[in-house]
């Protein structure tokens, strides 16, 4: 007896697809930490490892994460699968802490010691995503995990927004998938790790006014607040690091 043939879903396809990504993520993160270990185990010059390694961070792995906040995690939250996402997100900025300091790293040591607590955060985070939100979000019958991956991957491919290139990084933080008592602290997290002509453009489902009254009085003086979009169903704020 013949075994009956399976048909692979797109939503099959795109499940292995962002499983794939992940992994290929870690293989391509774990080498460019070997190549920094190689070199402090080898007492050599360690500058053109530590530079490879915080080049994909910056140019993989906080993307695909930005990419994710704006398009997967949402649809989690729309479709009650947000369990998840506030310890998600929060791993997000850890590793976007890491990275900053990696790109300031004075030694080797200091430099390897940051790049395997970025590889150790990111390996907890995608197994989280594999093995428990993306099985969630299949089982959903209003939510195709194709759909996502093609939003997702046109996020990576567009190029940066013109107005961010003329007046400095523009970082996106999509704030309506996360629980409310972690939205500010998330914010002010983002905001403290901007520096002066960097900027944080932030969604939300509704004007978040009781924010601004607490950034005013926390740093007062210290960002500029620019409405992009207001309302009625979302609403875009443009927050300015001032010095």
């Known amino acids: 007896m013949s075994t009956p043939m399976r048909i692979e879903s797109a939503d099959d396809v795109a499940l292995s ?47 695909h994460a930005a990419a994710e906040e704006e398009s997967l995690y949402p649809a989690a939250a729309d479709h009650g699968v947000g369990v998840f996402i506030a310890s998600m997100v929060l791993e997000h900025r850890e590793l976007e802490h890491h990275a900053q300091a990696l790109r300031s790293a004075a030694t080797a040591v200091r430099a390897l010691s940051i790049g395997e607590a970025i590889a150790a955060v990111f390996a907890v985070h ?74 944080l453009s932030i969604v939300n489902d509704h004007d978040p006014k009781p924010l601004r009254y607490q950034l005013d009085a926390a740093w007062p003086g210290t960002f500029g607040w620019a409405y992009l979009l207001a309302g009625p169903d979302v609403w875009r704020i443009e927050i300015t690091r001032l010095g």
């Open 17 to 63: 697809t962002m499983r794939d990504h992940h992994t290929q993520l870690r293989a391509d993160l774990e080498s460019r930490l070997a190549a920094l270990r190689d070199a402090v185990a080898a007492g050599a010059p360690h500058e053109s490892a530590q530079a490879a390694l915080t080049e994909f961070v910056d140019r993989a792995v906080l993307p």
């Open 126 to 199: 995608v197994r989280k995503e594999n093995d428990l939100l993306l099985p969630a979000l299949m089982k959903h019958p209003d939510v195709h995990l194709w759909t996502l991956l093609v939003d997702m991957r046109e996020r990576l491919t567009q190029p940066p927004d013109q107005h961010a290139r003329a007046t400095g990084v523009t970082e996106n933080l999509d704030i309506r998938a996360l629980a409310h008592g972690v939205r500010h602290e998330i914010v002010f997290d983002r905001l403290d790790a901007l520096a002066p002509g960097e900027k």
